[in-house]
């Protein structure tokens, strides 16, 4: 039985990993979850990849032989903007998790996860979650918290406008930074589904991003909600 997305196709995976095992186990875990799954070493492999199409998701390593992960994940979210994008790295430092989120990434997970969760966790990426290993989840709140208390003294530049989205966009974001899906916060909201879309891609163009990681991002570092 294969994994099919919201249009009833099958849910294919360009998974790029130059680490043999590795990848070896995580495309076998996959597959044998119902994915279509092409696999690549290289930056080079991965562009290649690409050219033949755009896959509905996109696992990649950030630490690859002849490039990084983030050039591969900017320039995968620049050229197909619905392809979701999960890092699943051993790095889990500031600069790696910031970076890769920045370029596009709407998940990221560490090796350490099990190779069947990592299967489960693309079925919620492709539902609309934003998968993120616990120990990457505490320390954005730890960082948040951390910007929170500095702000006792004036920031430099212009005052930050939080008046920008409407009391609506901020329940909807607030159910994007909980990790629902569009469906679900619909529902919670009485709204219809297709109304959602409308508000979600107000809240990217009045904030200045192009994934619901950025959006989450950026409205609490202005202090639009709380995680």
């Known amino acids: 039985m294969t994994e099919q997305g919201e249009t009833g196709d099958t849910i294919t995976i360009l998974l790029v990993e130059d680490d043999a095992p590795t990848c070896w186990r995580l495309q076998d875990a996959l597959v044998k979850a119902g994915y279509e799954v092409r696999s690549a070493g290289t930056l080079g492999e991965a562009r290649s990849a690409l050219a033949g199409g755009a896959p509905r998701v996109l696992l990649t390593d950030l630490r690859l032989p ?6 591969l994940i900017r ?3 620049q ?3 619905d392809t979701e994008i999960m890092v699943i ?6 600069e790696s998790v910031i970076s890769a989120i920045t370029v596009g990434a709407t998940g990221y997970l560490l090796k350490d996860a099990f190779p069947t969760d990592i299967a489960t966790t693309v079925r919620d990426l492709v539902a609309g979650h934003s998968p993120i290993s616990a120990s990457i989840a505490r320390f954005i709140v730890r960082r948040t918290q951390g910007a929170a208390q500095s702000s006792a003294e004036p920031p430099p530049g212009p005052a930050l406008n939080t008046a920008r989205l409407t009391p609506r966009e901020i329940d909807i974001l607030w159910g994007i930074a909980k990790g629902f899906s569009y469906a679900e916060i619909a529902s919670h909201l009485g709204l219809s589904k ?3 879309p409308g508000h979600i891609k107000n809240i990217y163009r009045k904030l200045e991003v192009h994934t619901r990681s950025e959006a989450v991002f ?5 202090g639009l909600i709380k995680l």
């Open 66 to 71: 002849d490039g990084h992960g983030i050039e």
């Open 75 to 77: 320039e995968t979210r």
């Open 79 to 81: 050229r197909f903007p």
């Open 89 to 94: 790295s051993a790095l889990g430092d500031e």
């Open 194 to 196: 297709q109304t959602v």
């Open 218 to 222: 950026e409205a609490v570092q202005q």
